[in-house]
């Protein structure tokens, strides 16, 4: 079969490898569709991150070269011998994160901190692929009314949904999202689709910031060139002077860190979702102004809350995908691009060839 493999920083190679058999507990399905990621795209950049050099990741057993791709979906054409929750021809989205089941945080049901914590097509083989192989309980059957298509972006809804639990977002409140890539424009939906009030959304794209409007923003601010003190007035400005509720950092930047903290209101909270290494805070501000941060990670239990809303049309997440590309052009038109064009903002890969892609 052929699998898009990550060998190291800027060496990713479509290759022929030999088709993944599932052991006992596993399923192999075949991908039908599977999104690029920041993740990826830091992985395809600079790389290695996430991705085990030398050392197996403790749950896949896996080193690099690997397959990369985390927000896959597909059809199950393999059960594993000890596997009776799915059969073969059920159509299915991956929620890729592995966990060890007996940690303590497992055990308590936090299954995203597992002390072993990884995903599919990072810290294993992933969806950039003809097949996977993947554990069983990472397959969720999808209901009738949900399209494959939905179900290649159900993955990054699932982080934007997490985070949004995570916060103290009352109804009716107000809240501001800093960076509208595939998480912050989900954001805007699903904080619309739970009642907020005032939703402002804030980034440097002119596309983006469109998206955000069609997607139910309540305000778009162009970051671009705008001082912070002046970015937060306008953001006071549309909330009576006080500041939002609820801020999501979701670019993994410095200034959008500082932004969505000046953006709060006294009391207010911070969500951050995008990756950093690290960030610089006023902590005499922090406490002075009684501000609560919070991180949220991966997912967790939320996969079945978002296929109810999709088969109940509250919900398309497919409205981020703006191109879809054959596995042989993953490179050139699909990391390439999305490091070169802001305006894209989620790309597909599609392994089944013969398919009329999307340009």
Same mark, same amino acid.
């Given at each position: 079969m052929r699998a898009l493999r990550w060998h190291s920083a800027q060496d990713l190679?479509?290759?022929?490898? *030999?088709?993944?058999? *599932?052991?006992?507990?596993?399923?192999?399905?075949?991908?039908?569709?599977?999104?690029?990621?920041?993740? #990826?795209?830091?992985?395809?950049?600079s790389g290695p991150h996430a991705i085990p050099v030398g050392t197996p990741h403790a749950v896949s057993g896996r080193t690099a070269p690997l397959t990369l791709g985390h927000e896959f979906c597909g059809t199950v054409v393999e059960l594993g011998s000890a596997v009776s929750s799915l059969q073969v021809g059920n159509r299915v989205a991956v929620e890729p994160e592995y966990r060890c089941s007996h940690c303590a945080y497992c055990r308590s049901g936090a299954y995203n901190l597992c002390a072993d914590m990884g995903f599919a097509g990072l810290m294993g083989d992933g969806g950039m692929a003809d097949f996977?192989?993947?554990p069983s309980y990472m397959l969720h059957r999808l209901p009738e009314g949900v399209s494959l298509e939905q179900a290649a972006v159900m993955e990054p809804a699932a982080v934007a949904l997490?985070?949004?639990?995570?916060?103290?977002?009352?109804?009716? %409140?107000s809240c501001a999202i800093f960076g509208l890539g595939p998480i912050g424009l989900l954001l805007v939906q699903l904080a619309k689709l739970q009642g907020a009030g005032t939703i402002i959304a804030v980034d440097v794209s002119p596309q983006r910031l469109e998206m955000a409007r069609q997607a139910g923003a309540s305000l778009v601010i162009d970051g671009k060139g705008l001082t912070? @003190?002046?970015?937060?007035?306008?953001?006071?400005?549309?909330? #009576?002077? !006080? %500041?939002? =509720?609820?801020?999501?950092?979701?670019?993994?930047?410095?200034?959008?860190?500082? &932004?969505?903290?000046?953006?709060? @209101?006294?009391? &207010?909270? /911070?969500? /951050?979702?995008g990756l950093m290494s690290e960030a610089r805070l006023d902590a005499f501000d922090a406490v002075n102004r009684e501000l609560s941060l919070v991180a949220s990670v991966g997912y967790r =239990?939320?996969?079945?809350?978002? /296929?109810? !809303? $999709?088969?109940?049309? @509250?919900? #398309?997440?497919?409205? $981020?995908?703006?191109?879809?590309?054959? !596995?042989?052009?993953?490179?050139?038109? %699909?990391?390439?691009? !999305?490091?070169? =064009? @802001?305006?894209?903002?989620?790309i597909l890969v599609s392994p089944p060839m013969g398919r009329n892609h999307k340009r």
């Open positions: 190679r479509v290759e022929q490898i *030999p088709t993944p058999k *599932p052991g006992p507990q596993e399923v192999r399905i075949a991908v039908q569709y599977c999104g690029i990621c920041g993740s #990826d795209l830091h992985e395809y950049e996977a192989v993947v997490h985070a949004l639990r995570r916060s103290q977002l009352p109804a009716g %409140g912070p @003190r002046a970015l937060r007035h306008t953001i006071a400005s549309a909330t #009576d002077g !006080l %500041g939002v =509720d609820t801020s999501f950092e979701a670019a993994g930047l410095q200034a959008t860190f500082e &932004g969505a903290l000046r953006a709060l @209101r006294k009391g &207010g909270n /911070m969500v /951050m979702v =239990d939320v996969y079945q809350e978002l /296929m109810g !809303l $999709i088969e109940a049309g @509250r919900f #398309d997440p497919t409205s $981020i995908i703006t191109k879809t590309v054959p !596995l042989e052009h993953a490179v050139s038109e %699909g990391f390439a691009a !999305l490091v070169q =064009d @802001r305006s894209q903002i989620k």
